[in-house]
């Protein structure tokens, strides 16, 4: 297990910088072993050291790019797969571990469209935004649509939302499509609120 600061969605693409030594040698087993490792929000607490409260929900995190440098510390991209329940933590030696789960999540057909509309909103958002000063990219909504289904799809619109990591965590947990689209056009509309108040940058 990898306890981070940051949320990792099933279908959303990571970078790390592993130096410390309890990382890098389960970066080595994992690139080993060819397995994947959990990734895991920090809900109080460091990455740096242990001694963190770490949360119950997570993503399983398979390596895509290891680059090892001569000292030891690597660079990652690792892919979210699969949402994951912690069942159970054990030693943090040589590095956390925990007993965890799969959380299998079924594709609601009729959340496409509401998937679709909600892409939309913050498709228009982004555009307002960058007209008030904001570096936001642009949003291709047809090019980040292309092949996913319903499921998939909100995780990428919840990757693609400007939120911090407890509002993502948030809508990691929800339990079904409906439930996790609904937070993030809750979010979205409290984003709309800000910026229609006047919230652009000089």
């Excluded at 030696?93 to 007993?99: E, L, R, T, V, W």
């Excluded at 799969?102 to 935004?129: C, M, P, T, Y």
């Excluded at 809750?186 to 940058?201: F, T, V």
Aim: charged share 25%.
């Amino acid at each position: 297990m990898f306890p981070l600061g940051v949320v990792l969605f099933p279908g959303s693409v990571l970078p790390l910088h592993i130096f410390e030594d309890r990382y890098k040698r389960l970066t080595q087993d994992c690139v080993s072993n060819q397995s994947p490792f959990g990734v895991v929000l920090i809900e109080r607490g460091q990455e740096v050291g242990g001694g963190d409260e770490r949360a119950s929900t997570g993503c399983l995190a398979e390596i895509i790019q290891y680059d090892l440098m001569p000292d030891g510390r690597s660079n990652l991209v690792v892919l979210g797969t699969s949402k994951i329940d912690i069942q159970q933590w054990h030693s943090d030696s040589p590095y956390p571990i925990a007993s965890v789960t799969q959380v299998r999540e079924l594709s609601a057909e009729g959340s496409i469209a509401g998937a679709r509309r909600v892409l939309g909103r913050l498709s228009a958002f982004v555009h307002k935004a960058r007209l008030h000063g904001y570096q936001l990219p642009e949003i291709d909504e047809d090019a980040v649509a292309v092949g996913l289904d319903a499921t998939e799809l909100i995780y990428r619109i919840a990757d693609l939302i400007p939120a911090g990591p407890f509002d993502r965590q948030r809508i990691l947990v929800a339990s079904e499509c409906e439930e996790r689209l609904a937070l993030i056009n809750e979010h979205l509309q409290g984003l709309e609120e800000i910026l229609d108040a006047g919230g652009g940058q000089s």
